[in-house]
């Protein structure tokens, strides 16, 4: 069967500027901000003035195949928009919180001021008291060279308990089979897509935890799903909203946040049980399996569902379902690492991919690595530090784990350290892409007190958020990606070139130029390079044997020769020999890392720490079970909320909750409510209806109010409908994963005057 979006791609041949009429279109990729996961293909047309006029979908791109979603559609719109930052501009200290305090300067005096700053706190206290803080979705990763050149070892999600995002799933994925195995295989390996003859449909699709056609998670386009769907794919859904892709599942598993890891021991439990399990894969590729099944027996569908509110018969036609439809794949998201029992709940998941047989196959879960050895947080930035800097970094010693997948300091060490100033002060900050009370912080008034404590912050960012308005004491204005040169490379199947279309407004700066003028004047002999294309390409030219400049000529888009079963041919180890990179060279069910660490060596199901179940207590005065962090599509984190084409489509924060749980506490569709616990409370506005399992209440997060007042204490009404106030710092042992999505609240109207 022929469909419409088959794609036939060819380096070289496409042109990556042309004139259409009157108008320049430059074709690139959309990734540095507006952040996104994505590294989606995009035309951006610009006028005579050099005024972007539209954005649409490069329909020549294999990744997304002309297909964009709102955000890139809206960009002339952001682009102009009068809220941005076009000037750096400073303020002293003791006037944080002011907005008619800021002060605008040039581009010399802000860096010489940051550098001078930072150096005054190396000197006194270290290098390693200044952090470097960074959030997700944009092209920012000089800024681990920008720390590490500096001698800090602390480069962080800042205050984002657990690393609660990719981060579990990855160094899970990393201990127990060596690899980044993480993605669903969709054909987006090739450069000719579904067309290509080695690729073949996955017979079955598990979207467990994810909501792919609204968040685009790490590098997966979410309709993809859908084009596997047309191709065949049966679909199974595990969430506990009813989203786009459960009402078109064959099976939708409806579950309570936070059990996810219950589901996962009763499909291993009904897998093993009926052997529908490939022997032959798991004898040559497995270890432990014997521990497993043993570990696994008496988790049965039963008990299974008592703890996840899902059927029994369910459970067990769905783990039939995915294990004999030829081959099965899971697309996972945040829900696996918003728990705090986040890596037994992967390593369930991981040992269902791996006794299926579905690792590295056509259809399966296919085994990531960077195009061209080019990642982009890379350990050539971490060989910077002395290995007496290395071992500063803030949580490693009780955390062994941390030194698997993007080696992070840990936040929740960071946030108590903060507070004790053991074993040595924090006194700076660099705040880079990311904005943490309003968006990634647990206990965020607590956050915000530590960060007052320190002596100096920068911060760079196109708009000005609530972090930045009620901290910062220089801010630096950043471009979006059609001002900007920068690169893509997050992803195994393509090199992509972010390709500058128009001219920056204002004093605008790349995040790149701004990491390289910054890192000239901290350590001038770590960053050689004249401009960010000079930095762009000595990223790329030892694997591709490209300038940046070139890369451009070429598409902007350099794909990789990809191959399957890379287990059997010795691409995974540095010795050659076929396996995994793993202490036995095998897919570890039973890990001997865990186990040497003092970790639980095989996947196990823990309560969530506050539910009805381990909390009955709690939960007679907190009778909802209550989850958050769900992306709208015309969102992104605590981004676009001064957008007014994308804020019309989602005005206010909205809180989900069953009719029949809106019944019972006297909740109407449409009326603001509080949403409380024993921490805090937020207000949002009720959204009344069936999508939401009964019990269950979903809050959205990351909301702030721009049209508000700025200055402290309102901070753009940061404290209203900001739930993650109801969020504790408590990571699971190994020091990942956190209960963002698996807390207790009652919900209640707001009265007049409130």
């Known amino acids: 069967m022929a469909f419409s979006r088959d794609v036939n791609y060819k380096e070289g041949t496409l042109p990556y500027r042309w004139q259409e009429g009157d108008l320049t279109v430059t074709r690139g990729s959309a990734w540095s901000a507006p952040g996104c996961h994505d590294g989606c293909g995009v035309l951006m047309y610009t006028d005579k003035n050099g005024e972007l006029v539209k954005v649409e979908g490069d329909p020549e791109n294999p990744y997304n195949q002309g297909r964009l979603c709102v955000r890139c559609l809206a960009m002339p719109e952001v682009i102009k928009n009068q809220d941005r930052i076009l000037y750096p501009m400073k303020r002293d200290p003791k006037h944080r919180g002011q907005q008619d305090k800021w002060e605008r300067i040039s581009w010399d005096e802000a860096l010489t001021l940051i550098a001078d700053k930072f150096n005054e706190i190396k000197e006194q206290y270290g290098p390693e008291a200044v952090v470097f803080a960074r959030g997700t979705g944009r092209d920012i990763q000089p800024i681990v060279r920008l720390a590490t050149s500096f001698g800090s070892p602390n480069h962080t999600c800042y205050a984002f308990s657990g690393d609660a995002c990719f981060v579990p799933r990855v160094c899970c994925s990393i201990a127990t089979t060596g690899c980044y195995m993480i993605h669903v295989d969709c054909s987006q390996w090739f450069r000719d897509r579904y067309n290509n003859p080695e690729w073949k449909a996955p017979g079955c699709i598990a979207v467990w935890g994810n909501n792919p056609l609204n968040s685009n998670a790490d590098g997966f386009f979410g309709h993809w799903v859908i084009d596997c769907m047309k191709r065949g794919s049966k679909m199974i859904v595990v969430d506990p909203r009813v989203t786009f892709l459960a009402t078109r599942a064959d099976m939708f598993l409806q579950i309570r946040p936070g059990t996810d890891g219950a589901l996962a021991m009763a499909w291993l439990n009904v897998i093993i049980k009926e052997k529908l399990y490939d022997e032959e894969f798991v004898k040559e590729w497995c270890s432990g399996f014997e521990e497993l099944a043993e570990r696994v027996k008496d988790f049965t569908p039963a008990k299974a569902a008592e703890i996840t509110w899902i059927p029994e018969d369910k459970i067990v036609e769905s783990a039939r379902m995915f294990a004999t439809s030829g081959t099965g794949a899971i697309q996972w998201g945040l829900a696996i690492d918003q728990t705090k029992y986040s890596f037994p709940t992967a390593h369930a998941l991981i040992a269902i991919m791996s006794i299926t047989g579905n690792i590295d196959i056509p259809g399966g879960m296919t085994i990531y690595r960077n195009p ?50 053991l074993p040595y002060p924090i006194k700076g900050m660099w705040i880079q892409t990311t904005n943490p ?66 001219e920056p407004k204002g004093e605008c700066k790349s995040d790149y130029e701004i990491c390289l003028e910054l890192g000239k004047r901290l350590s001038p002999e770590d960053w050689p390079w004249e401009t960010a294309d000079d930095l762009l390409t000595w990223q790329i030219q030892p694997t591709t044997g490209l300038t940046f400049q070139e890369l451009c000529e070429q598409g902007g888009l350099l794909y990789t020769d990809f191959q399957y079963e890379k287990y059997k041919k010795g691409l995974l180890r540095p010795d050659g020999r076929p396996g995994f990179m793993t202490p036995s060279g095998k897919i570890e069910l039973h890990s001997l890392m865990f186990d040497a660490w003092g970790y639980d060596p095989l996947p196990n199901y823990k309560e969530p720490p506050e539910s009805p179940i381990s909390t009955p207590e709690l939960f007679e005065e907190y009778p909802l079970v209550f989850t958050s962090g769900a992306r709208h599509i015309s969102m992104f984190h605590s981004e676009h909320r001064q957008i007014p084409r994308l804020r019309a489509m989602h005005p206010d924060p909205e809180l989900l909750i069953h009719p029949n749980d809106a019944e019972k506490y006297g909740i109407r569709d449409g009326e603001w409510v509080w949403i409380e616990n024993q921490r805090g409370k937020a207000r949002q506005k009720a959204r009344v209806t069936n999508t939401i399992m009964e019990g269950v209440v979903h809050a959205d997060h990351g909301w702030w109010f721009p049209e508000e007042d700025g200055n402290y204490p309102n901070l753009f009404g940061v404290w209203k409908a900001n739930v993650n106030q109801l969020i504790p710092f408590d990571c699971g042992e190994s020091g990942f994963g956190a209960a963002y999505k698996s807390m207790l609240c009652k919900v209640y109207p707001v009265k007049d005057g409130e």
């Open 372 to 421: 061209y050895d080019i990642d982009q947080v890379t350990m050539k930035d971490y060989d910077l530090l002395s290995e007496e800097q290395a071992s500063k970094r803030i949580g490693l010693e009780k955390y062994p784990l941390l030194q698997f997948g993007i080696p992070l300091a840990h936040p929740d060490e960071m946030v108590n350290q903060m507070d004790s100033d």
């Open 437 to 502: 009370i309003a968006c990634m912080a647990s206990e965020p008034r607590r956050v915000y007190d530590q960060m007052m404590r320190l002596d100096f912050i920068a911060a760079a960012d196109p708009f000005m958020t609530p972090t930045i308005a009620a901290l910062a004491d220089v801010v630096l204005p950043v471009t979006f990606y059609p001002e900007a040169d920068s690169l893509y490379s997050e992803q195994d199947y393509a090199l992509g070139a972010i390709i500058k279309a128009v």
